[in-house]
Nanobody
Framework: QLQLVESGGGLVQPGGSLKLSCTAS????????IGWFRQAPGKSREGVSC????????NSADSVKGRFTISRDNAKNTVYLQMNSLKPEDTAQYYC???????????????????WGKGTPVTVSS
């Protein structure tokens, strides 16, 4: 079955950048709508950015528009999230998910469906 592994998280100062990766095994990512989600301590999981499996169109939450960019490299079976101009409020565990819904306002998860990675932590602090 499809397995997803996130990487690239870490500690960065406000205004800095990180690039997250989501690499799939056991399946081909280009068959799926892919989304990045995040969850901060004490908060619910929220959609960040997503990319379609057909047109390659992308959508992001208003909170990250202009700062985060999602992209896909089908040859590497990998999806990326380039995060620039990071803010302390971006601090969260970031998750990659396949088989989600990509709305104009960002991704949403379908409970009981889809494939999820274990997440990678991002901490933005001075």
């Amino acid at each position: 079955q499809l397995q997803l592994v996130e990487s690239g998280g870490g500690l960065v100062q406000p205004g800095g950048s990180l690039k997250l990766s989501c690499t799939a095994s056991g399946g081909t990512l280009d068959y799926y709508v892919i989304g990045w989600f995040r969850q901060a301590p004490g908060k619910s999981r929220e959609g960040v950015s997503c990319i379609s499996n057909d047109s390659g169109s992308t959508n992001s939450a208003d909170s990250v528009k202009g700062r985060f960019t999602i992209s896909r490299d089908n040859a590497k079976n990998t999806v990326y999230l380039q995060m620039n101009s990071l803010k302390p409020e971006d601090t969260a565990q970031y998750y990659c998910a396949a088989g989600i819904i990509c709305h104009p306002w960002g991704p949403s998860r379908v409970h009981g469906q889809g494939y999820w990675g274990k997440g990678t932590p991002v901490t933005v602090s001075s």
